[in-house]
């Protein structure tokens, strides 16, 4: 909670009306003042009365006390929950137990990887000679702070082994600190870049510096806010104050396109990646010969086309992840002497499944593909001909496969929805998998299973959903079920191991997770099938998931809760503005709710390529049909709702969240809770310390015990 106390300034926090029986007892929210904000888009007046809450709650007391009001509310109203305490008790055992990550091979033959006992807020990062070696602490984040709340936010090994640099995350914010890690010793140097956003770093190969993007650092009180614009390349060389840093490439000419850097393995190249500022999906392609100093950066794809995703190279010849005439993507070659488009040669086919990445590990390509959202890896030759399959454990999702051209072992993780992470190390040379690994949660994975279902939605279109929970359930129309979606930015859904998920199935709930279109399911085409004019077809997959999970009599609509982060916060807050009637209970997340306004703050103008942007007349149109904020209406009886957003979330600025909350406090007419969940040092969600991370998911599953109305099994 913030420690300002709340003031007089329009608003007071009331709390529940004493002696009124509890089926009729109805909240009452703090009163949120209301400002005469009125926009005008293509003729079209827009009230937006709730502007203020945009502000900054580091900055603004105004927005501060409205947050307290808010959560003081709430955490009254979750205080009241009796089975809350035994909630958070059960899902704290669960956690309780050891993440360790996949080992990443680095020069010397040593191995990185991070482990979390159990509990600590953040994984430890620890080194060892070899993968039978004794473990050494590397990195504790947890030293950091005494609330956990700086996270690791990158890692990246010189080629010799000796340093790494690595970034620091505080409280969730995007914006990252870069500094030198001496492998050898432990000790951190003394090399500090600031104002590192979407960035990692690439090291040359005499590990004597490496490349990494940068912004300029943000005017006054704007570092959370303002939008990101005129990122460039940069050079650090070991040693050097940031200032001194060399200026690689910028583009002042287009603020908003994004810039990184890569140097090639062999240490012979710079490839510069140039995205267009709308979106992470397309990018020009330039090269520098890092062997003449004085050579100029020349462009390679001179156009924002398609993505080109660096796989490696073989001298001049390089290879990329492309979906340039394959929509499900494809391996493509470009001989950087013969450059021109009509030379370049396809070398590994676009398949029927959709592929999502490509490592090059000992003269081999091994491709990750998705065949109906779940993982399937195929190896094929360096000609592009098939060697083999991996055989994967089953239904799930499998990742990892990192490291160099000439490494004949790599590794890799599997997990599912009821299966808690296991890491493998695969022999490239000889196709075979070996289990190192396996986590050990305090649960019966025999007991529940995982299936996948296909629906149609409102057009026909053929939806899949993942559908997991005890066995034995009985379909009778009376289960708590959790629908989650996201459906949007080429982002798919695979089955993966979740502690709070299990601790939902536990208890009874019926977990089911949609894929919507607006993901990368299904490729480039999916994808574009929920963007922009068409972001309703997204809204409609998901209102027709819920309609056939009522239907097949897994639960019936007052005990149908549905979930979403981010894009998903969007998508959960549209369809209760939409279906109010059709769900129990709604958890919105770190939404975008204002359609109109995103692009006005930090990254949000990375999503016009999918939202599209309110200056256009017809996104406009569009947007305002579906933005979740300006379609509340009044009179409504909206289910039950915990809004969940973060004070340092500058991904998605809590403005969003917040206008929100105030909108449908105000248009709401039921006696159901219409709540708001804001954490304090935290953000958009990566590096939440565990403490909290507990915390939140307590909070959220005891809300949904209490409004979809069951009696939960919580082991004792």
């Known amino acids: 909670m913030f420690r300002i106390r709340l003031a007089t300034v329009g608003f007071i926090a009331i709390a529940v009306a004493a002696g009124v029986a509890a089926e009729e007892k109805k909240l009452k929210y703090p009163e949120t003042k209301k400002v005469d904000q009125v926009d005008d888009y293509h003729g ?20 501060a006390a409205w947050v307290e009001a808010q959560n003081r509310v709430t955490q009254d109203y ?6 809350r305490d035994a909630i958070k008790k059960r899902i704290t055992e669960l956690y309780d137990y050891e993440k360790i990550s996949a080992p990443t091979k680095i020069g010397g033959g040593k191995y990185l990887f991070s482990k979390n006992d159990g509990l600590q807020n953040q994984s430890v990062l620890y080194i060892q000679d070899a993968l039978d070696a004794e473990p050494k602490v590397l990195l504790d984040p947890n030293k950091l702070t005494k609330d956990g709340t700086v996270a690791l936010a990158g890692f990246v090994p010189s080629e010799c082994g000796k340093y790494s640099a690595y970034g620091l995350a505080e409280a969730g914010s995007d914006w990252n600190t870069w500094k030198v890690l001496d492998l050898n010793t432990g000790k951190t140097l003394g090399d500090e870049l600031k104002w590192v956003k979407f960035s990692g770093a690439s090291w040359t190969a005499d590990s004597r510096g490496f490349f990494y993007s940068r912004y300029a650092e943000p005017i006054g009180d704007a570092k959370f806010q303002s939008t990101n614009e005129n990122q460039k390349l940069y050079y650090h060389r070991l040693g050097t104050a940031q200032i001194e840093d060399i200026l690689v490439y910028e583009r002042p000419d287009h603020p908003k396109w994004s810039i990184s850097g890569d140097v090639t393995e062999d240490g012979r190249y710079l490839v510069v990646s140039i995205g267009d500022g709308t979106t992470s999906r397309r990018n020009r392609v330039a090269i520098k010969d890092l062997n003449e100093p004085y050579g100029l950066i020349a462009e390679l794809v001179a156009n924002h086309d398609n993505k080109f995703n660096l796989v490696g190279n073989d001298g001049p010849l390089f290879y990329f992840l492309t979906e340039t005439g394959s929509p499900k993507g494809s391996v493509i070659a470009i001989d950087i002497r013969k450059p021109a488009k009509e030379n370049w040669k396809t070398v590994v ?11 090059f590990l000992s003269g081999t390509f091994v491709c990750s593909y998705m065949q109906d959202a779940r993982s399937v890896v195929k190896v094929f030759g360096i000609d592009g001909k098939f060697i083999r399959a991996v055989e994967l454990p089953g239904i799930g999702t499998a990742s990892g496969f990192g490291g160099k051209r000439t490494d004949t072992e790599t590794f890799y993780t599997y997990s599912s929805f009821n299966t808690p992470a296991a890491t493998y190390r695969y022999d490239v040379i000889t196709g075979v998998s070996k289990l190192l690994r396996q986590s050990k949660v305090k649960f019966s ?21 993942f559908i997991a929970h005890k066995k034995g359930l009985k379909l009778d129309g ?6 989650y979606g996201y459906g949007g930015f080429n982002i798919s859904l695979t089955p993966g191991f979740s502690v709070s998920r299990i601790q939902w199935m536990e208890m009874g709930g019926v977990l089911a997770v949609a894929n919507l279109r607006g993901g990368g399911e299904y490729g480039e085409d999916w994808h574009k099938a929920g963007t922009k004019l068409q972001k309703q077809n997204v809204f409609d997959d998901f209102i027709a998931a819920a309609e056939f999970l009522i239907d097949q009599k897994y639960t019936s609509a007052k005990k149908l809760g549905i979930q979403g982060g981010s894009n998903g916060g969007l998508l959960v807050g549209a369809c209760m503005a939409q279906r109010p009637d059709l769900f129990g209970a709604c958890l919105p ?4 709710m204002d359609m109109l306004r995103f692009q006005r703050f930090t990254a949000g103008r990375f999503w016009v390529d999918d939202y599209g942007d309110s200056a256009n007349k017809d996104d406009f149109a569009a947007q305002f049909k579906y933005s979740p904020y300006h379609n509340l209406k009044p009179g409504t009886a909206y289910p ?11 991904r998605v600025v809590p403005g969003h969240s917040f206008k929100f909350t105030a909108k449908l406090q105000e248009m709401h007419r039921g006696t159901a809770p219409v709540l708001a969940r804001i954490e304090t040092k935290a953000g958009h969600g990566a590096g939440k310390p565990t403490t909290k991370v507990i915390e939140e998911a307590a ?13 939960p099994t919580i082991p004792k």
Do not use: C, H
């Open 44 to 63: 079209t007046k827009v009230p937006d009365p709730y502007r203020w809450l945009e502000d900054d709650v580091r900055i603004s007391t105004e927005v």
């Open 78 to 83: 979750l205080a009241t929950i009796p089975q």
């Open 349 to 359: 086919a676009e398949a029927k499944e959709t592929l999502g990445g490509v490592s």
């Open 445 to 465: 994975p025999d007991d529940y299973e995982v299936k996948q279902l296909f629906y149609k939605s409102k057009d026909g279109t053929k939806i899949p959903m």
């Open 478 to 483: 009376t289960n708590p079920t959790l629908l």
């Open 589 to 592: 997340a770190v939404g975008v």
């Open 640 to 650: 039950p709702t915990l809004v969940t957003t973060a004070d340092t979330d500058d």
């Open 699 to 711: 909070d959220l599953w005891a809300f949904l015990v209490k409004n979809l109305d069951f009696e």
